[in-house]
């Protein structure tokens, strides 16, 4: 069993920054897909933002030119960078990963705990 491990969350005032990161336990990290999502307070969980093993990235609209996913494929960690946080990026913050643990096991989805973030006026 894959286990994501999350850190990072907290408060912050709006226009700040944080930094998310979501280390995975075990797996072939270079070839998953890890992503971010969110759910604020009486809202459906949300993408946020998106990485594959080849680098290629997609970004929510409201969080576009403001946040920044990467990945470190020798720490098996994604991170998720945000700056210009606003009030309305307050939310549970979870990581998702699409991984297998072996080469010749099938890929499967995984989520981590999940990490409160919250920004303050």
């Known amino acids: 069993q894959v286990q994501l491990v999350e850190s990072g969350g907290g408060l912050v005032q709006a226009g700040g920054s944080l930094r998310l990161s979501c280390a995975a336990s075990?797996?072939?990290?270079?070839?998953?897909?890890m992503a971010w999502y969110r759910q604020g307070p009486g809202k459906q969980r949300e993408l946020v933002a998106q990485?594959?093993?080849?680098?290629?990235?997609n970004y929510a609209d409201a969080v576009k030119g403001r946040f920044t996913i990467s990945r470190d494929n020798t720490k098996k960690t994604a991170y998720l960078q945000m700056n210009s946080l606003k009030t309305e990026d307050t939310a549970v913050y979870s990581c998702?990963?699409?991984?297998?643990?072996?080469?010749?096991?099938?890929?499967?989805?995984?989520w981590g705990q999940g990490t409160q973030v919250t920004v303050s006026s």
């Open positions: 998702y990963a699409r991984i297998r643990r072996t080469t010749i096991m099938p890929f499967n989805d995984y």
């Open positions: 075990e797996g072939v990290f270079s070839s998953a897909v």
């Open positions: 990485i594959t093993g080849g680098g290629s990235t």
